[in-house]
């Protein structure tokens, strides 16, 4: 099953509050993401049936390891292609909002080339 951006957002949205609160439900997404719950229910399902995502007894959502290397990967494209932007002089709010819009759609490519470039500008910063 290929993943629209939405499960893309979902999935990282899962990803961040894991790292963030440890145990995360439906209602912790649709907070974070601002989504009303019933898109989170139904998104949820749909990422359950895809193999992306493990919902407990006790209403706990867990990434499978198919949904946590594709939250892994957005997080990542978000998180370089945010700082990217701030480095270039970008205000802090636009560049994370440009990178959220990006990150769906950049190629690996093209990103990994972003990626070295900001590593590189980084490290001059740090020199200076």
Same mark, same amino acid.
């Given at each position: 099953?290929?993943?629209?951006? +939405? ?33 989170? +229910? ?19 959502? &867990? ?18 292609? &945010? ?34 470039? &900001? ?10």
């Amino acid at each position: 099953m290929a993943l629209q951006e +939405s499960g893309e957002m979902y999935l990282e949205a899962i990803y961040v509050l894991s790292k963030t609160k440890g145990f995360v439900r439906s209602v912790d997404v649709s907070e974070f993401r601002n989504y009303s719950k019933p898109s989170v +229910s139904r998104a949820i399902g749909i990422l359950q049936d895809g193999g992306y995502v493990v919902m407990g007894r006790d209403g706990g959502l &867990t990434l499978t390891e198919a949904g946590r290397e594709i939250a892994e990967k957005i997080y990542d494209r978000h998180t370089t292609m &945010t700082k990217f932007f701030a480095l270039l002089g970008v205000d802090e709010t636009i560049a994370e909002e440009d990178a959220c819009r990006i990150e769906h759609s950049i190629s690996d490519e093209s990103f990994f080339a972003l990626k070295n470039h &900001t590593m590189r500008l980084e490290a001059e910063m740090k020199q200076k």
